[in-house]
């Protein structure tokens, strides 16, 4: 009964890998915002299968088609139920799963929770959830950039232990766009491409990290004391397959510092409040300040190896598993834009619930003599 | 607006540092539990200030009464408010923290939001608030011991660079509770101890990681797809004042290991199903899978320090601010038992999740002729 | 942002009248229930218009699909996503409504809520979306009847001025689907089919009542001070189109007794507590007491009539509308279906939020020595 | 679990009637709303007990104290804790109580759902519980007044048979306040008075009617197509002790007229677009229309009556109850200022989660090259 997420821009997400399909039904979406399918189906090409050499060659179009909820291209305010038809058959060479838990994956947990499961491509437990995500996060996404020219943009920092030099600045869509891992230091981006195909051909995996930026975020978005922004944040990117650690601003490495050093002087720049450092990660309190907000998710290497596994099966017995099928050797190219979904979910949710209590009622003016 | 926490085990927490008191109230606890005052007062006693040499010296006693849901000792069914009455007046030592914003406080995000703040001690923004989680927790966690077996404990793992070595299984709560600092081993602990009040001398902070275990829960809790129940650890640990990071499993190390490595195969150990290796920690697809449940979060070096530091006051003019008053150089002590209350809050609110969906409804017999 | 139901068994509809369809997603449905499509179609028919000579002569089949959530014909835990597909084109007929308010539509307040809105057939607000709750409802009405052999039947008991004479014990589903209106009292019917013909000749509409029984409800559903149940039917019952009133039990009529004929003793009837009367109407304090749930929903006439209307356009100039096309003189027989998913829906939720505070630990054994 | 009550305006009520006391805890209020405890004691001294010679003689002060949330007489946007402590000592008189369930009273429902009650003054289900309501809604009320000039009045129409007559416009305040039984019609006060203190003399309980009027709330409130806003006010009052029935508009009485007679003309009055009647109660759609809300709510009898009667213990052996102690004989003039309290907080969360979808981004522009 998690299939939900937030809490003014609601989303309801359904389907599993090899059933009829998935999608998304978008609960509280401002009225008038123009969109075309368009819009969303770029998202989804971003994260769809087959895109490019290092990804699954598995090949889905993901086409999304919108149900309600837009009329004459602007948004209603009327729930948008977003639909992707599965083109892929249920696999006859999936039978084998049916009877056995893989390594690592969500076959066992799913049937200790609810006593059965759709075993074909790991039903709901598939990552193909996340096309739903996807569609709902491209309209936050356009929906804050207009509003507040708000950018999110998030890229392959390191995989396995390919790193790319630190930047200054949050990279371009384009830059990140410009090759097959979505890193945006050509010369990194190579060296994980070379890493990435050989470790498939050793039928192993591996994973990594990505990092994001939002910028323009205005101070005062974020819920304390539960609902923090980075709180939100975290639980959005650990809600995502594959995830295994989360960190903001200073992160881990930020525990080795003295507060003398970690603290970020607030100065005075241009008639604004701003931060000389953001060892905060544009965070305060759970309170975004104004700076860039960025952070990190660790994703660990794809389950799925094409190499003899020992396990067990649903009776418990001992089985020799030989992986086989079509599968990502990496994840993280795909979960690019994903991650920037759930982020611009938790955004325009925090600023909506910000606009209700603090701005909406703002310049009612009150008598003193009330007092 | 985001002072309540949990779907079904639910705490609304209030109260500022300096005014009247802090509190929570609980809806949804089960009726017929046993609990005496002393059994929360207890848990309080652990994150109080003024509980040993390495914290705040600030002496107050946070004495808890329970105001209803309780009747003869035992849970009505009905909410249980907890309160703690403040005794530090309203110091004016504070008086310039008005006009201040302290450099990687909430003192500019919280007046950045709601265009006001209660300045004194950080108001609302106080570590003070979690006496409310903490009540809470002692409760929740008491209903999870009973009824499932289940043990929580954290310790503090590294302070610094002062790092204590891993342990093969979690330690004894006396052991912790053994020293100031919380780590259960004692030769690191004095190690802490010393690197903590050298820090304060020079009026500096410092922070670390506080791991925590989580024992005998069982399979099949989480939900899937957004309420993973890592996702809901992740936002549970990021929700407390001074966190930064969250991992889970094998974490952020794990991104170095290739798949054929990281997985945990499957065995069947004494007619139970479980993995030889936990690099999962204990959450397969979001959901438990049995193994024990282990996460470590990341603490910034404590934001008050007694140094010079350049910063604006509210009209953005640059002042000097000396931090004085007492405060905790380090907040790793007694964010242990912060960390456990909240991570009982999250196992219950899930195991009553799962309970509804999966549980109740799961002796009925339906008959194949319904087909 | 309304469009979501139920807290443990949560349902988000979506769709417009003459939109591509429309549908609904449930999380939260208890897995290893065996789910057939025919089963929910079989209660969309009994709303679906065209089923007699006294509802609108629209004819749609609206045949339901169910995308996810099912396998192998039983429910997987996992969300269950229902879609209707509109097959009725955007009439062009319906062109003069675009810029015109039809009386006691909700024309005017879907363009002061949304500043637009889809105008064909009342978009979002067209009764047609109840179509997802029937769907939803058929669901939780199977898993109640099988896990508490719990029954829902309402019946047509007044149309405007023509009322059956009361009954003993709720009537058999096939009294009420003997004939078109849906009122158990065969007489009684054939004159209220009688008048909403005459009506209809008028080119006018009619309203009336709607009687409810939930049977075997078992005592301690309903969740005090909010969330009890029979506000819990209030709000499910006023949320559907074209209702008034509601009220439980003895109602307003209840209101000219004195305490002393009011009250309903309680007596012991082969062991169980039980009342003599049931003026209580089943609920007592917002929670079940193990008698018959009844209550009873007024319904308006129909907002659309063939007959000239005064009203305004979106400039607010005076218009003379003719009411034209397809409509249901009566809601009424097609609203039975609707009200008794409706229940069903507010009846499952509170038994999994029962179930998950009250009666998951209640095997608990707490010993003495905790006091 | 159902203990607390709004969306984004979200209060958590606690305490029994005889237990250390009672109150609420409001999260999400708007901050910079200036606040007295005067302002909130003045409703609570409307509801309190020993009001006036037709309520229980009981005598409490229902005094309140602010714990949190308000700063030098302002709302700081944290949550706000509103505390009255019960003086009230526990009563011996109610020992029977323990062992017997009142006839139309809460204790054997709470027994059945809890497996135990405090018993003394019916415990949480005591009307004392709507403390924390009335507190709550005095800040929502005020709010509501200053940034709309809403309106919100209720008063007792009708006491058993004794009915006032129609009024063309809402009553004044001072009216409604002018007499005992908070109807603004003098002389029908004076009857209803004559024949509370009547009934009251043979131990014996009456019921009624409350209506109330909500002016100046502006077109486009309400939430389809399940919070409608005629919803929302039926849950809010259902949730009420001791009510049987609510309606909206043109009600029970409604479902006799035909369409032609109940549909409400558009006109346009001074630029504005209005309704000629308001048989839809000024909601149509589930929003509001601009014209003025109407409703009213059904009061059952008192079930405490001082007169034998039979009923049953806990072991479920026949007994013998005969009513003692201090009671309300007719609950409607203190249910004035609850019914009034828990519509502004209805009103307040649909302003809020209108403002949040609906205003917030209204007006943001979107390019016409973006479609």
């Known amino acids: 009964m998690g299939n939900q997420y937030g809490k003014l821009f609601r989303i309801a997400t359904w389907g599993e890998s090899h059933g009829n399909g998935v999608g998304v039904v978008i609960d509280g979406c401002p009225p008038g915002v123009p969109l075309s399918v368009d819009e969303i189906q770029q998202e989804l090409d971003r994260r769809r299968p087959g895109q490019s050499d290092i990804t699954t060659p598995r090949k889905e179009a993901d086409t999304v088609t919108i149900l309600s909820g837009v009329d004459q291209g602007v ?97 371009s869509l384009d830059l990140v766009e410009a090759n097959a891992i979505r890193c945006p230091h050509p010369e990194t981006a190579e060296r994980m491409i070379e890493r990435i195909k050989a470790v498939r051909a050793e039928g192993d ?25 980075e709180a939100d944040l975290a639980k959005a990117m650990l809600s995502l397959p594959a995830t295994k650690g989360f960190e903001v601003g200073s992160g881990f490495a930020g525990t080795y510092l003295k507060g003398s050093a970690h603290n970020d002087p607030f100065i005075n720049k241009d008639g604004k409040i701003r931060t000389t450092t953001n060892n905060s990660g544009g965070v305060q309190g759970g309170i975004s300040n104004g700076e860039e907000i960025h952070f990190r998710v660790a994703f660990k290497p794809t389950a799925t190896i094409i190499q003899k596994q020992q396990t067990v099966n649903r009776e418990g017995q001992p089985i020799e598993l030989m992986g086989k099928g079509r599968h990502d050797p990496c994840v993280l190219p795909r979960a690019v834009p994903i991650v920037e979904a759930m982020a611009a979910l938790v955004l325009l949710d925090h600023a909506m619930r910000h606009f209700a209590q603090n701005v909406a009622f703002k310049n009612t003016e009150y008598s003193s003599t009330e007092l």
Chains 1, 2, 3, 4 share one sequence.
Do not use: C
Not at 101 to 120: L, Q, W
Not at 206 to 229: K, M, Q, T
């Open 205 to 229: 995996s591996i994973g990594g990290i990505i990092r994001a930026h939002l910028s323009n975020v205005p101070p005062g978005w974020g819920e304390p004391v539960f609902d923090r922004l």
């Open 75 to 171: 948004t209603l305010g009327t729930p948008i139920a977003l639909n992707v038809f599965n083109k892929d058959a249920r696999g006859t060479s999936y039978d084998e799963m049916k009877k056995t838990f893989r390594p690592s994956h969500a076959d066992f947990t799913y049937e200790a929770k609810f006593g059965r499961r759709m075993a074909e491509g790991g039903g709901r437990s598939s990552a193909r959830e996340t096309i739903g995500r996807v569609a709902a996060g491209a309209i936050a996404r356009k929906i804050l950039k207009h509003a507040f020219n708000l950018d999110i943009i998030a890229y392959v920092e390191r995989v396995q232990d390919i790193s790319m030099p630190p930047l200054e600045t949050p990279p």
